[in-house]
DNA sequence: CTACGGATGCCCT
DNA sequence: GGGCATCCGTAGA
């Protein structure tokens, strides 16, 4: 539609496309957008823009491309299943708009948006890269340089390290990479409004995003929640982006039968 | 391409 | 002490 701008890496083989978000000011999202609810927030989102501004000025941007529903007390998948609020889950009680960042596994984020509804939130889980690409595959390299080791446990050789290259698809395509990519992590993000914080923000999305390019799916990683819960259709991803981190073929031929074959 | 195991630290019971 | 809204490398088809 508009035109492209191509962007390069010091990777040869490293170069994507990026439309004229690149150069548009975009109008920030404000608070009355994420006082709706879960659902509606979570389909709301894909196709919006994620921006960060870092420490030192730089800023990274993406289009938001696959959210995950965590709906409250009702959800047993939810940390806020059964009203339960703790220290760590207290920002999915607080206003629409609140950023909710945990660790996982012992050494990851996720990051999540509270919506209208108690205990209700949208988790981040893809993004597609449109600008900073740099200096995301810096963060996501000095991750492991900071491990010093692979995740088989060995340790790894400082020009191996150097020598990893990521695909643009390959940065943002998972809620820990994605936070990873932006660095966000709970000193920096944790219990912010994103309609008024100057270090992360969302923008208006440019994209038509419709019931007919958004699949509906079931949430990852929950299976120990039990079957009803995680059988819900509570995961949106954007139709055919290549950043989505796991494509439900079944969901996507009962959309749309003809273009699948 | 999919399947699987290990890393790792903190929260919560 | 159990478990976790994940990721990655390896093995095998």
Redesign the pocket.
């Known amino acids: 539609m508009n035109e492209e701008l191509i962007f390069k890496n010091s990777n040869d083989d490293f170069e994507t496309t990026c439309s004229s978000i690149y150069f548009t000011k975009l109008k920030r999202l404000t608070e009355d957008y994420f006082n709706v609810s879960c659902i509606d927030l979570a389909k709301n989102l894909l196709g919006t823009i994620l921006v960060r501004q870092l420490s030192d000025g730089t800023i990274l941007k993406g289009k938001i491309v696959e959210t995950?529903c965590?709906l409250g007390s009702e959800d047993k998948?939810?940390?806020?299943y059964n009203g339960?609020?703790?220290?760590?889950?207290?920002p999915?009680f607080m206003k629409p708009g609140t950023l909710?960042v945990?660790?996982?596994?012992?050494?990851?984020y996720?990051?999540?948006i509270s919506s209208q509804g108690e205990g209700a939130?949208?988790?981040l889980?893809?993004v597609e890269p449109l600008v900073g690409l740099d200096k995301m595959i810096e963060n996501?390299c000095q991750?492991?340089v900071k491990?010093?080791?692979?995740?088989?446990?060995?340790k790894?050789p400082q020009s191996r390290i150097s020598r990893?290259k990521?695909k643009p698809h390959?940065l943002?395509?998972?809620?820990?990479?994605?936070?990873?990519s932006f660095d966000i992590n709970?000193e920096n993000c944790n219990k912010k409004n994103v309609s008024d914080f100057s270090d992360l923000w969302l923008e208006e999305r440019m994209d038509q995003i419709n019931e007919s390019n958004i699949i509906s799916s079931t949430?990852?990683?929950?299976?120990?929640?039990g079957t009803e819960w995680a059988s819900k259709l509570l995961r949106f991803y954007i139709y055919e982006n290549k950043n989505v981190?796991i494509k439900d073929?079944e969901r996507e031929l009962l959309r749309n039968p003809i273009r699948n074959k």
Do not use: D, W
């Open positions: 995950e965590y998948a939810s940390q806020s339960k609020k703790t220290p760590r889950n207290e999915m909710y945990y660790m996982t596994y012992g050494m990851y996720c990051i999540n939130a949208v988790l889980r893809s996501r991750y492991h491990r010093k080791r692979n995740f088989a446990g060995e790894i990893r990521f390959e943002c395509n998972g809620p820990s990479k994605l936070c990873i709970i949430r990852i990683g929950i299976e120990s929640a981190s073929r």
